[in-house]
């Protein structure tokens, strides 16, 4: 079991700085590796497109309608997303008989996000776009934990899978005797309950935060939607199953520590930056922050994209690997080097096909749609 306590992000910790996805369109790269935020978009769409439309119309259609994608990554994907809200709005000016807006489409990620690969694909973007009007496509780098856009900006805000990343992570230490729950890298059913109570204090603090920052820039009726990686509501809070993604990682590296490739003390120094939250955990933080309304509140069952499929099990497995590897691998490279990632995920690989069918699944995706004050 694992004692958690706060910590202030510094240079002991530069995995939480080096958060971005896999950059490129390789084989091992986030653009070719993210099919489940493909499957959220249209688990998102309703929503989006509903928000979408009551924007526009509530705010009287605007000559000019900034949109911003909160953590865009890179790929295809991002282009998607704004694709929708782009042809949603032109939509809504035909039947309304207005004018085509001009639409400033902005893009933000941390720094280091591989912007380049996107812009690549704005072409793309282009043939998916059903309209007449200017649209602009630009870069906003930087923490969406702080400020990005002037007051009075963007009209409709657009997060997809990365509110559950962390500004900062934790300092989990081991009590001697207590050296069961080693080699993890989250939350565990072996854990103590203060390691929940730290993660969720960390995101009631980010995600506050993050609610306060868009309440200074965005215009009066603005909207939001925004989609998590969460739990579903369980007498446990601590319970994680068995099919989870970082149970499989732990398990991974809990392998690659007895076969003498890294340390236990390396891995036991090292804890995701992220927290799963339940749709109830959300919404507390959204009523007591007080920007915004809640409009739109849902949970859609949460699927790599691997169960069910005709693929062998090794092959299912695989490509999970390749999906967590494709958002993890910066931050294990920051803090391991990147001399253990091949062998970590074959083991993932492994470890993920032994559980291809596992019907106890607890994660889920949760789509929030906000409306501010």
Known sequence: ???????????????????????????NSYATNSLLQKRVLSKAKPVLIKNTKEMIINLSFPECIRVADLGCASGENTFLTMSEIVNTINLSCQQWNQKPQEIDCCLNDLPDNDFNTTFKLIPFFK???????????????????????????????????????LSKTTIIRVPQGLEKNTSSVYITTSSLHSAYESY?????????????????????????????I???????????????????????????????IVSASKVDSFNMPFF??????????????????????????????????NHKECKAGQKEAKCIRAV??????????????????????????????????????????????
């Open 200 to 228: 969720l204090n960390q995101f009631q603090r980010d995600f506050a935060t993050f609610l306060r920052m868009r309440s200074e820039e965005m215009v009066c009726n603005g909207r939001m939607v925004l989609t998590f």
């Open 276 to 309: 799963d939250p339940s749709k109830e955990e959300v919404k507390e933080v959204t009523e007591n922050e007080g920007s915004f309304e809640i409009d739109d509140l849902e949970i859609h069952g949460f699927d790599l994209g691997q169960s069910g499929s």
């Open 328 to 373: 993890s691998e910066s931050m294990l490279v920051a803090h391991f080097g990147d001399d253990i990632i091949d062998a970590l995920f074959n083991k993932f690989a492994y470890h993920a096909s032994q559980h291809v069918g596992c019907s106890s699944k607890t994660t889920v995706t949760l789509v929030v749609s906000l409306i501010i004050k």
């Open 127 to 165: 043939k998916r776009v059903n309209r007449k009007g200017s649209y602009f496509v630009s870069a906003v780098p930087g923490s969406f934990y702080s400020r990005l856009f002037p007051r009075n900006s963007p009209h409709f805000v657009y997060s997809s899978y990365s509110l559950h990343w």
């Open 230 to 260: 969460g739990r579903k509501t369980l007498d446990d809070p601590l319970y994680r199953d068995c099919c989870h993604f970082w149970t499989l990682l732990s398990e991974s590296m809990r392998d690659i520590v007895f076969e003498g």
């Open 1 to 27: 079991m694992k004692k958690i306590e706060g910590t202030k992000r510094d240079s002991r910790y530069p995995f939480v700085d080096a958060l971005s996805m896999s950059s490129g369109d390789g084989d």
